[in-house]
């Protein structure tokens, strides 16, 4: 039997080289061999405030993102996670059975992303980890490919899956994370101890895949870097230099070692002047495709997959029910 993948991503706000390269690009690689699921997850988008206009438009953004980086519909399935109730419904279930509030306690992206005001937050962005545990538990997902940020997240799933199981009979597969070896963590560009995230306040942070080319490039050349003279990899003693040094070698395809020795002698500006060609013409092929999609096949293709999870959700979610009490 072939393996099963699950991930998702958050149609929160501009998808960026960082979702790009941690997960998407992974996604890509994998459909080849297993049988893959990916999920625009707004039920997740939603811990956070959203205009609801721009919401709809994200939703049909992340899709074609997904269709422009390579992910077939017909091999893969595409699916807007809110058109499957059965998701919210088992995701309460756990909340009741498997997740505990000391899990919750312990998620550090809910303390980065609450920040000092932990009360004020609504209980969806707490109990987020929860529902994504719920998308992942669903479909007996055997690996689950994330960047580094979500491996926690991961790993309460592969609790909670357990703790149901031990009180239930086995139910649910225990699923894996699977991170790059390179590029799991890519890091902000003017602070690169810090995340690249789509949610930062200042773009220019980022990379969007859908930034203006020129936008693009300056961004690059603007990326903070350090004192040294040469170009080397340390993403602790160096982590501007080796985080631009991952994104280059992550879309151009080479290996980092390559790109160092071939930059030896040369200093920031020719190496950053080179990158940013890379990222403009990496980003014009991925506009190019992204922009030969309609807002209507997206829809068509939302709508079958949609189908297609259904039937595999209803069967868990009576196994699940019946094994509760609820049936
Ligand atoms: P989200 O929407 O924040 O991010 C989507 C994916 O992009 C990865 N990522 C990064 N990888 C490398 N470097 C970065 N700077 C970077 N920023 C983001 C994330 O690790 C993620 O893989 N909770 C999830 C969405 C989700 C999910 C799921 C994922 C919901 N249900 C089930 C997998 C399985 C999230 O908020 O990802």
Known sequence: ???????GIQPSGRLNVGNYIGAISQWVEMQKEYDCI????????????????????????????????????KKSIIFQQSAVPAHT?????FNCY???????????????????DREAVSVGL?????????????????????????????????????????????IFKVPEAVVRQEGARIMSLLEPTKKMSKSDANQNNCVGLLD??????????????????????DPIKRP?????LTIYSVISNKPISDLVKDYQGKGYGD?????????AKFLSDFQKKYNSFSDQEVMVILESGRKKVEKMANGKMEKVRRAIGVR
């Open 1 to 7: 039997m072939k393996k099963t993948i699950f991930s």
């Open 38 to 73: 990916f999920s625009v997850v707004d039920y997740h988008a939603i811990t956070v405030k959203q205009d609801p206009e721009e919401l709809r438009k994200r939703i049909i953004e992340v899709t074609k993102i997904y269709l422009a980086a390579g992910i077939d519909p």
């Open 89 to 93: 419904e088992l995701a309460w279930i």
């Open 98 to 116: 498997g997740a505990y509030i000391a899990d919750l306690n312990k998620m550090t992206q809910f303390k980065d992303k609450a920040g000092k």
């Open 126 to 170: 707490y109990d987020y980890p929860v529902l994504m545990a719920a998308d992942i538990l669903m479909y007996d997902t055997d690996i689950v490919p994330v960047g580094e940020d979500q491996k926690q997240h991961v790993e309460l799933a592969r609790d909670i899956a357990r703790r149901f199981n031990n009180e239930f009979g086995n």
């Open 212 to 233: 203006d080319i020129e936008i693009a490039k300056k961004k690059i050349m603007r990326a903070v870097t350090d004192t040294e003279a040469n170009i080397a990899y």
């Open 240 to 244: 501007g230099i080796s985080n631009l």
């Open 271 to 279: 190496f950053k002047k080179d990158l940013a060609e890379v990222v």
